[in-house]
T-cell receptor, first 116, second 110 residues
Framework: KAGVTQTPRYLIKTRGQQVTLSCSPI?????VSWYQQTPGQGLQFLFE???????NKGNFPGRFSGRQFSNSRSEMNVSTLELGDSALYLC???????????????FGQGTRLTVV | QQQVKQSPQSLIVQKGGISIINCAYE??????FPWYQQFPGKGPALLIA?????SEKKEGRFTISFNKSAKQFSLHIMDSQPGDSATYFC?????????FGDGTTLTVKP
């Protein structure tokens, strides 16, 4: 059974550009959550999607957006990149309606974004 | 405002010893408390989780102790092994939204 796949693994972008990250959940999983991980701020919740609908959103500016497709694959977009957006972006998939609803969540290996 | 406080930031334990990591939370609406283990270059992996109606949960060498009145929970790793060396995160969740602690880097010396 394939795990959560995130692409690309590494990305270097220039300030002001935009970026799209992709997450393919485990087959059969309908919930995808996104997190930003940085040494200074730890793991911070970005948003959660279930059946193509955004169910929850963290405290990030509107430059961070996402969507989920009918096959449960999800994309995250960051526009007008800032140096502080450099981080490891993780997605997690689960069968149930969210990471916190008692269903085991599986994380991908993340996309390491560097903004220069 | 940090809703989940984790301590210590780093921990060094001898092989065979007990590793203890503590977390405290403020929001009484949290209803799910998982612990994650993360190795370098990997995403976090769910280790063990507990709900607030249970005071303790054990899975192999890993035990969560939960104190609802004190709003604290802890992870105990018995017979710690060098392979347990990793970063551990506690989390608290409410309605599909998770808040993580800052992580504890555990080093188990052989």
């Amino acid at each position: 059974k394939a795990g959560v796949t995130q692409t690309p693994r590494y990305l270097i972008k220039t300030r002001g550009q935009q970026v799209t990250l992709s997450c393919s959940p485990i087959s059969g999983h309908r919930s995808v959550s996104w997190y930003q991980q940085t040494p200074g701020q730890g793991l911070q919740f970005l948003f959660e999607y279930f059946s193509e609908t955004q169910r929850n959103k963290g405290n990030f500016p509107g430059r961070f957006s996402g969507r989920q497709f009918s096959n449960s694959r999800s994309e995250m977009n960051v526009s007008t990149l800032e140096l502080g957006d450099s981080a490891l972006y993780l997605c997690a998939s689960s069968y149930g309606t969210g990471l916190a609803r008692g269903t085991e969540a599986f994380f991908g290996q993340g996309t390491r974004l560097t903004v220069v | 405002q940090q809703q989940v406080k984790q301590s210590p930031q780093s921990l060094i334990v001898q092989k065979g010893g007990i590793s203890i990591i503590n977390c405290a939370y403020e929001n009484t609406a949290f209803d799910y408390f998982p612990w994650y283990q993360q190795f370098p270059g990997k995403g976090p992996a769910l280790l063990i989780a507990i709900r607030p109606d249970v005071s303790e949960k054990k899975e192999g060498r890993f035990t969560i102790s939960f104190n609802k009145s004190a709003k604290q929970f802890s992870l105990h790793i018995m017979d710690s092994q060098p392979g347990d060396s990793a970063t551990y995160f506690c989390a608290a969740s409410e309605g599909g939204k998770s808040t993580f602690g800052d992580g504890t880097t555990l080093t188990v010396k052989p």
